[in-house]
């Protein structure tokens, strides 16, 4: 292929002879059980790091494992001309664990079943990761003048803790125009979507312990406190758990509304709530407004329960009051939020109402804001529209990738993002899946996306 024949027909073409290839590259990574959440893994994410500089070093591209003081990061390169631009695509191979009792196959097996490829890491982000490689091999055949990197982490899912150090240590060999980011979800099927921001994160704990052991809730019940129900008290003081609006005072004084443009981007965004229930199988929603749904999960942030340990779990009852329960919760973040200050918020409140409540810090992740103007994000836009033949817009994400903001601080460039997954897709659900409309229409996505900047 020449550059002139970086057609829609000749990038089918190209997708369809390495459909194969595709298929083959994405069952080695989803068969690496890449958990990084799990200590008892991580040789496993080693081995992933390992498989995937091989794929770039029998593809033509050179590569290195550059370390980290945690998981290690890998650098794939393609053409090293100082003259030429250079674009850096960002994934991370790192998957969540996969334990939920629904998966109807075995998750780190990939199963093809017509076009659709299953597994854990499929779309979450191995998937869209190979994509971009498939779509940097096109662009390269047909001869494309650009230096095309790709940096794939392996941490993200637990909030990339030594991404910062790891860019910091390996800067010399990371400068790059621009970074387009693959690791984002569009609206549904058909209708494609770029975040112009992503939510950031806070994580803590609620912990309260009252006594030495279990008792007997006949002998000491009444008067003895009760460390769950009192966390439950607790919960319902900080969160309404029917609206989910926070009443700590001053929780949402950060916020910045969204802007009037981007609200009518969102309305014309193709959303719809139907849709929205259907592809995440969800049963009832807090409200079924559309606008309302969309402020919701893009424009203002949260507070959730993820999990609540103590007291007796078996069949049954038992008529035991428990010693001690913890309660884990995260609160998600919108610009112009930050976490510390969230988390100052939190601690303080507990102490004041109740103070034997000890409050455990967790991690947390900035929420980003992005660029919707300019010529990478025209270039992004063009892709979308050139490959999948419907117009992308700019709406928001919910979700939170902690190594994009880190980027465009360390690294001084500009973060953009061309998502290929589904809500349908399941990220980090049982089932997780990709496909191949995603995969051959994200191949050409990309090559268009690098021809397209080769000329910026
Ligand atoms: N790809 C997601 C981020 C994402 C989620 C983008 C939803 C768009 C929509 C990423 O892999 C992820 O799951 N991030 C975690 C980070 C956390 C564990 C620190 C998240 O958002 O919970
Ligand atoms: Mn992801
Ligand atoms: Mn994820």
């Known amino acids: 292929m020449d550059a002139q024949a970086l057609t829609r027909d000749a990038l089918t073409a190209f997708a369809q002879a390495n459909r194969q290839a595709f298929e083959a590259e994405l069952r080695t990574l989803v068969e690496i059980p890449s958990v990084s959440n799990d200590p008892e893994r991580a040789g496993d994410i080693r081995r992933c790091a390992e498989a995937a500089v091989d794929l770039f070093r029998r593809n033509g591209g050179e590569a ?3 370390e980290t003081t945690g998981n290690p990061l890998v650098l794939g390169r393609f053409g090293e001309d100082p003259a030429l631009p250079t674009v850096t695509v960002y994934n991370h191979l790192d998957v969540q664990p996969a334990n939920e009792p629904e998966w109807t196959t075995a998750p780190f097996q990939m199963e093809i079943d017509g076009d659709t490829y299953k ?23 047909a001869g494309v003048p650009l230096n095309i990197r ?3 982490e392996l941490e993200e899912e637990i909030g990339s803790p030594s991404f910062q150090g790891g860019l910091e240590k390996h800067r010399d060999l990371l400068g790059t125009d621009a970074i387009v980011v693959s690791d984002t979800v569009w609206i549904t099927r058909g209708k494609p979507s770029t975040p112009a921001g992503l939510r950031g994160l806070k994580g803590f704990r609620l912990t309260l312990e009252t006594a030495g ?18 966390l439950m008290s607790v919960v319902a003081a900080m969160v309404d758990g029917h609206t989910g609006k926070v009443k700590i005072p001053h929780f949402y004084r950060k916020v910045a509304k969204p802007s ?4 009518k981007e969102w309305a014309r965004s193709g959303f719809t ?3 929205f229930r ?24 949260t507070m959730e329960v993820h999990g609540v340990v103590g007291g007796y779990t078996g069949p049954g009852i038992k008529s035991a009051v428990p010693p001690r329960a913890e309660v884990k919760m995260s609160c998600r973040l919108v610009p112009d939020m930050d976490e510390a200050s969230t988390f100052e918020l939190i601690r303080n409140f507990v102490a004041t109402h109740f103070p034997d409540v000890v409050v455990h810090e967790e991690h947390g992740l900035a929420p980003f804001k992005g660029h919707v103007t300019g010529p990478y994000a025209e270039a992004v836009k063009d892709a979308y529209a050139f490959a999948f033949g419907a117009p992308c817009c700019f709406t928001r994400e919910g ?3 902690g190594a994009v903001k880190t980027m465009e601080d360390v690294l001084g460039c500009e973060v953009y993002f061309l998502g290929l997954s589904l809500p349908s897709h399941g990220y980090h659900a049982p089932n997780e899946n990709f496909d191949w409309e995603q995969a051959s229409g994200g191949i050409a996505a990309f090559a268009r996306y690098f021809q397209t900047v080769s000329g910026i």
């Open 119 to 141: 597994g854990r890491g499929t779309t979450d982000d191995k998937g869209p990761a190979l994509a971009a490689f498939f779509g940097c091999l096109a662009a390269r055949a």
């Open 64 to 66: 290195v494992i550059l």
């Open 273 to 275: 709530v139907e849709t």
């Open 260 to 263: 009037r443009k981007e609200l």
């Open 150 to 152: 790709f940096l794939w």
């Open 213 to 230: 052991h279990d008792l007997h809730s006949g002998v000491v019940g009444g008067a003895a406190r009760n460390p769950l129900t009192e």
């Open 278 to 301: 259907k592809d995440h199988e969800i049963h009832s929603l807090r409200t079924d407004h559309p606008l309302k749904v969309m402020k919701r999960i893009w424009g203002k942030p």
């Open 399 to 401: 979700g939170s990738i």
